[in-house]
Structures are given as C-alpha cells and as structure tokens.
C-alpha cells in the first residue's frame, strides 16, 4: 500500500536538494512528484471512518469509490471536493497548480527532457511550487 504522507516528506526533500544543486530539470519533475504525493495524501486522508486508504479498483473495495486519480493535478482535485472548492476561489492558486503540472510539459515527461529551463522559466517554477506547497499544507489542516 502507497504511503503518500511519507512519499511527500521524501520528495520534498529530494526537490529541495535538486533546487539546491541548480539540477533544474530534475527538480522540477520531482517537484510535480512532490506536489502529486501531498494531493494524493491529502485525498486519502478525508476518507470516512472504517475506510481502507487505498483506491478503489475492479479487483479492490476499500470501503469507498475515490479511484487513483493518476499523475493529474485536475484529476487530483476533483476527487475532493472542499479542496477542489478552495482552489477554484483563488486563481492564482490555479495558476500556481498549472505551472508546477506544467512547467513548458507535463512534469512526468520532463524526465524525458535533457533541456535546461531557462532562469526566468525556473524561477516562476519554483516560485509557483514553493507558494502551493505552503499553500496545500496549510489547508490540510483545516480540511
């Protein structure tokens, strides 16, 4: 069974040690990852009492329908609805989403990339991430 509470605290760490070593690529596709853990750790933990927290599949009851919404930020979302909520009354929060899932491509892809962003790119990038992963956090607590 996926931990994502401990997945985030994992790559947080990784994305800051790649910020820190200007590995620009990587640390924006561990950033995606990053920010993929705490939406998924963030679903899971809204789940109703008596509920196992893992997705539901074909094969897998857990006690709920809440399906792996995949790498998708949107998919995330959509899968809490008082998140969802609190995202879409700030845009900027919405544009901080669509520039850490999409820097210039998906982040998933950008393991693919051995193209550098360029410093502007990089800064709006990691600006956007470090605002929504304070952001994200602070709402977790008042979920």
């Known amino acids: 069974m996926e931990d994502y509470q401990s997945a985030f605290l994992e790559r947080y760490k990784d994305t800051q040690t790649l910020c820190d070593s200007s590995r620009k690529v990587a640390a924006m596709h561990f950033g995606g990852v ?18 196992s927290p893992e997705w539901k599949t074909d094969s897998n009851n857990p006690g709920h329908t809440i399906t792996n919404p995949g790498h998708s930020f949107q998919h995330a979302l959509r899968k809490h609805n008082v998140l969802n909520s609190r995202v879409q009354s700030y845009r900027y929060v919405m ?8 820097p210039k491509q998906h982040f998933i892809d950008m393991r693919y990339s051995g193209i550098e962003p360029t410093d502007p790119d990089y800064k709006q990038w990691l600006s956007a991430y470090s605002k929504l992963t304070n952001w994200l ?3 977790s607590t008042t979920l």
């Open 34 to 51: 990053t920010t993929e853990c705490l939406l998924k750790w963030m679903i899971l933990a809204k789940l109703p009492r008596g509920a």
């Open 95 to 102: 544009d901080w989403l669509e520039t850490v899932e999409n």
């Open 137 to 139: 956090l602070k709402q």
